[in-house]
């Protein structure tokens, strides 16, 4: 699913104008990706958690160059569902896989 997709499918359930939605959408990506680049996590009760995790400093090899490389510490976001949002998920799936 894409941007526009869930733009669509937000003007079909609420029949509010395409234009305010996308405002709405990408105004939501900003506020998130602007808190967790100050450090802050993101939590939405019911469905879930935007958390930076932290990368501690590895050895890594440039196996075409025979070089080994630091990879300084670093954080990367990541997503944890909700409990009752990762139980949907699970139940749906597996009923469609089979």
Known sequence: MTKADIIKEIQERTNLNRNVIK????????????????????YLRGFGTFLLKER????????TRNETIIIPPHYKP??????????????????KSN
């Not at 405002?23 to 450090?39: A, E, L, T, Y």
């Not at 569902?81 to 139940?91: C, H, I, L, N, Q």
């Open 56 to 63: 501690k400093e590895k050895k890594a090899r440039i196996i």
């Open 23 to 42: 405002i709405v959408v990408d105004n939501f990506m900003d506020v998130v990706k602007d808190n967790m680049v100050r450090g802050e996590n993101i």
């Open 78 to 95: 990541f997503f944890k569902p909700a409990p009752e949002f990762a139980k949907a998920v699970k139940e749906n799936i597996s009923i």
